[in-house]
T-cell receptor, first 114, second 115 residues
């Protein structure tokens, strides 16, 4: 079945450090890929998305590129801030069933220290 | 204006009780979902409704019964609560568009604790 695997956390960085959170997926068809962020005590917010191979999603300084050849969607940010501390989830939306169902990775906790 | 709102935010109850969680979205979406987040923060879909019709039921015990009175509401009723039901339950909605679905919008979550 379809699945998403993320690097295990927690990831602890100093402010202004470079961030990479790895995400790989297994899927049939051509899924859409997403990164969601969950701040402490809150729900999930969409951070960025990509719907086809080679698309790059970007938002708030975060970027991820849909790589079909490596089945990956790694999240990157050039300079993290304390306010980026959260749990990050990689997810895919199955296709071609198009039910909107999201399959999530296990989440990666990011802690940024001043 | 809250896009996807759930009530209550916290729910503490005893084993064996029956409880409901309500969800409403004002985004005009026609698809709504319930996801469960366990203590390790792993998220898994439970149910999905499209225009009040159940389209996903992911091997969830039949103690869990979703109800969608209209496409803006999706409630979750849980009978005979068990300790293992303790989790955070998230409601979400998404629009269905030609060619597939876009992203889902999530509520703030309901933290259910069964004691």
């Amino acid at each position: 079945g379809n699945s998403v695997t993320q690097m295990e956390g927690p990831v602890t960085l100093s402010e202004e450090a470079f961030l990479t959170i790895n995400c790989t997926y297994t899927a049939t068809g051509y899924p859409s890929l997403f990164w969601y962020v969950q701040y402490p005590g809150e729900g999930l917010q969409l951070l960025l998305k990509a719907t086809k191979a080679d698309d790059k999603g970007s938002n708030k300084g975060f970027e991820a590129t849909y790589r079909k050849e490596t089945t990956s969607f790694h999240l990157e940010k050039g300079s993290v801030q304390v306010s980026d501390s959260a749990v990050y989830f990689c997810a895919l939306s199955e296709a071609p069933s198009n039910t909107g169902k999201l399959i999530f990775g296990q989440g990666t906790t990011l802690q940024v220290k001043p | 204006d809250t896009a996807v709102s759930q009530t209550p935010k916290y729910l503490v109850t005893q084993m064996g009780n029956d409880k409901s969680i309500k969800c409403e979205q004002n985004l005009g979406h026609d698809t709504m979902y319930w996801y469960k987040q366990d203590s390790k923060k792993f998220l898994k879909i439970m149910f999905s409704y499209n225009n009040k019709e159940l389209i996903i039921n992911e091997t969830v015990p039949n103690r869990f019964s979703p109800k969608s009175p209209d496409k803006a509401h999706l409630n979750l009723h849980i009978n005979s609560l068990e300790l293992g039901d303790s989790a955070v339950y998230f409601c979400a909605s998404s629009p269905s568009e030609t060619g597939g679905y876009t992203e889902a919008f999530f509520g703030q979550g309901t933290r259910l604790t069964v004691v």
